[in-house]
T-cell receptor, first 111, second 112 residues
């Protein structure tokens, strides 16, 4: 079983739609969780951290379920500019060398 | 702010050639690392460093060497390039207590 698993997509959604991505992780000792965004042929960039209580940043909502070991990202009112690959990232105890990246979920927002 | 600067952006090598990918950061981050990204595989850690003079192996270290003589620089050396090393390489840095990793723009390497 992969340490971090994501549906690769692609998710093709119309502008204005709501879309949700899920990610599961296998290491119950994982401590920190993130969503990164990667545009085509570009480097990954932090989108948001994921907190146990859930957190929101504008149109983006992230949730963490430790009991079931999954993380979700909800995007409301999708924009064309949201088209990208979204990487689920899990960090174990210790330094950044304990970070595991998912393979990413590709989102294409269609006009 | 320059952030993480990675060079070159593109490179074609012949099998058996060697080369060095350069990475520099100006954020005084303790942690630096090299990843390779292949289709369907996600980012895989090659080598990392938690400070000047300290390096360690990641998940896929074979065929690569690193050194960290300064806080700012973390070059990746390919000793004898093989077609299996065709990939996109990213350098990243982070503050050890921080929550965000900052990536360079990537190097697209093709080994023929």
């Amino acid at each position: 079983r992969k340490e971090v698993e994501q549906d690769p997509g692609p998710f093709n959604v119309p502008e204005g739609a709501t879309v949700a991505f899920n990610c599961t992780y296998s290491n119950s000792a994982s401590q920190s969780f993130f969503w990164y965004r990667q545009d085509c042929r570009k480097e990954p960039k932090l989108l948001m951290s994921v907190y146990s209580s859930g957190n929101e940043d504008g149109r983006f909502t992230a949730q963490l379920n430790r009991a079931s070991q999954y993380i979700s990202l909800l995007i409301r009112d999708s924009k064309l500019s949201d088209s990208a690959t979204y990487l689920c990232v899990v960090k174990g105890p210790g330094g950044y060398q304990k970070v595991t990246f998912g393979t990413g979920t590709k989102l294409q927002v269609i006009p | 702010n320059a952030g993480v600067t990675q060079t070159p952006k593109f490179q074609v090598l012949k099998t058996g050639q060697s080369m060095t990918l350069q990475c520099a950061q100006d954020m005084n981050h303790e942690y630096m690392s090299w990843y390779r990204q292949d289709p369907g595989m996600g980012l895989r850690l090659i080598h990392y460093s938690v400070g000047a003079g300290i390096t360690d192996q990641g998940e896929v270290p074979n065929g690569y060497n690193v050194s960290r003589s300064t806080t700012e620089d973390f070059p990746l050396r390919l000793l004898s390039a093989a077609p299996s090393q065709t990939s996109v390489y990213f350098c990243a840095s982070a503050a050890q207590g921080g929550t965000e990793a900052f990536f360079g723009q990537g190097t697209r390497l093709t080994v023929v």
